[in-house]
């Protein structure tokens, strides 16, 4: 059975840090690209980072610098730290693993070939 495993997520204030971490079935990681999407209060869910199973990484424009999508293949772990965090971050965030090992070019918006999903942590920016 494929899991993905989202923790990390929390109340921070602005300015803070959090580091996300996915625990990834092996079936739903191995040479698979891998994502995080977050979905804000009142608008759909988009990709915010992506990381092919080659190390290829992509951003959404408005997080990089802030954001680092990386993965430890031994743990089967996805992780995404978020640095310098706005309410504007305040959001659900979910991992994914594509059904490919590329990041598709529709990867930001929302995911439409990622097929596996996990259930998601809440990040809450707010002073």
């Known amino acids: 059975q494929v899991q993905m495993t989202e923790s990390g997520g929390g109340d921070v204030q602005p300015g803070g840090s959090l580091r996300l971490s996915c625990i990834v079935s092996e079936e739903a990681f191995n040479r698979r690209a891998l994502g995080w999407f977050r979905q804000r209060p009142g608008r759909e869910r988009g990709g915010v980072a992506c990381?092919?199973?080659?190390?290829?990484?992509y951003y959404l424009d408005s997080v990089k610098g802030r954001f680092t999508i990386s993965r430890n293949n031994a743990k089967r772990t996805l992780y995404l730290q978020i640095n310098n965090l706005s309410p504007a971050d305040t959001a659900m965030y979910y991992c994914?693993?594509?059904?490919?090992?590329?990041?598709?070019?529709?990867?930001?918006?929302?995911?439409?070939?990622?097929?596996?999903w996990g259930q998601g942590t809440q990040v809450t920016v707010s002073s």
């Open positions: 990381l092919t199973w080659t190390w290829n990484i």
């Open positions: 994914a693993a594509d059904r490919g090992a590329l990041c598709s070019a529709s990867w930001l918006d929302g995911g439409p070939t990622f097929e596996h």
